[in-house]
């Protein structure tokens, strides 16, 4: 069985609905996560140069690949630019690097993984520059210089990640390929609805990332609400007897979003796969109200509050963040 929901953006490329998320799992894990979600039937797989794991997903495609019975052009494989490669030489390098680590002859998509930049850093050492934002690098160069990726081959789509209105709307304004995705944090939390406004009316993509709220976070506080304990979940999965994690799922894609979602076990990948199987179940519309509108807690788990001083820190609305 394989992923068969998708969707089809701006440039006429179909995208999976459902993608496998790589972000936290380590080069020794992401082997056997990445063999176990293909055996269930992802087929989109999201990864970053940020993750530190793209060499392993490579041995894993590449062992996949060996096997015969998937084919790169089953596939649709996901990267994001870095902050510290946002220099128009150091896009090509960095997306090489990317394509030469996952085993893969293309990307089929590739996003600017944060509209910031930092200051330049050597592309062959996965190592994250903490401190240093560089405020003069212009996001509008990088995007020329990802265009050219896709003059090149080597990137079918490219997109953006965490860009807000203000900004999504610079590179409109601009652009030679307009931006397929925009790639943000949603669930009922942080439902993201003026921004899918905005989005739809530019034909521009939402991909959802943490639907499940990012549980395991390093940065958790004590009091951070937690959106699998909410009680409006719960008691709508109980109504359906399915996990709230399969709720939560079943709400960004009855929205007609793509849904990134991960996890390191088999049982639990597998469960997340089923969510977008209507014969699993659906939502139905006073349910998915309840959800949508009458939930009142506003909250961000993905803040990044440390890069809150640098000039294109995209969430300085207070209808953005929630300190």
Request: charged content about 25%; some cysteine; hydrophobic content about 35%.
């Amino acid at each position: 069985m394989s992923s068969s929901e998708s969707i089809l953006m701006n440039n006429n490329v179909e995208i999976p609905q459902l993608a496998l998320g790589t972000y936290d799992i380590t080069n020794e894990e992401i082997v056997n996560v990445i063999e176990s979600g293909l055996s269930i039937g992802y087929r989109h797989i999201d990864c970053a140069w940020l993750y530190g794991n793209e060499k392993g997903i490579g041995k894993s495609l590449s062992n996949q690949f060996k096997k015969g019975e998937i084919k790169r052009s089953d596939l649709f494989l996901t990267s994001k630019l870095w902050c510290s490669f946002h220099k128009f030489e150091r896009v090509r390098q960095q997306c090489l690097i990317t394509i030469n680590d996952l085993q893969c002859q293309y990307l089929d998509l590739f996003l600017i993984h944060w509209p910031f930049a930092f200051l330049d850093q050597d592309p062959e050492k996965n190592e994250e520059c903490q401190s240093n934002v560089d405020d003069k690098l212009d996001f509008i160069v990088t995007w020329k210089a990802m265009e050219l990726l896709v003059d090149e081959g080597l990137v079918k789509s490219i997109g953006l990640s965490n860009f807000n209105e203000e900004q999504i709307e610079r590179i409109i304004q601009i652009c030679k390929y307009k931006p397929v995705v925009n790639q943000v944090e949603i669930h009922p939390y942080c439902p993201q609805i003026q921004l899918e406004i905005f989005c739809k009316k530019h034909q521009i993509l939402l991909e959802a990332y943490a639907p499940l709220g990012a549980k395991n976070r390093q940065w958790k506080k004590e009091n951070d609400p937690e959106i699998l304990e909410d009680k409006t979940i719960k008691s709508i999965a109980d109504k359906y007897n399915v996990h709230p994690a399969s709720v939560l799922l079943r709400y960004i894609i009855d929205r007609n979003l793509v849904c990134v979602v991960k996890s390191s076990n088999h049982q639990r990948l597998k469960q997340n796969f089923h969510s977008i199987n209507e014969n699993q179940f659906k939502l139905d519309q006073e349910d998915f109200n309840k959800i949508h509108n009458d939930i009142q807690i506003i909250f961000r788990y993905h803040q990044l509050q440390e890069r809150r001083h640098a000039k294109e820190y995209p969430f300085k609305h207070w209808k953005d963040f929630v300190p």
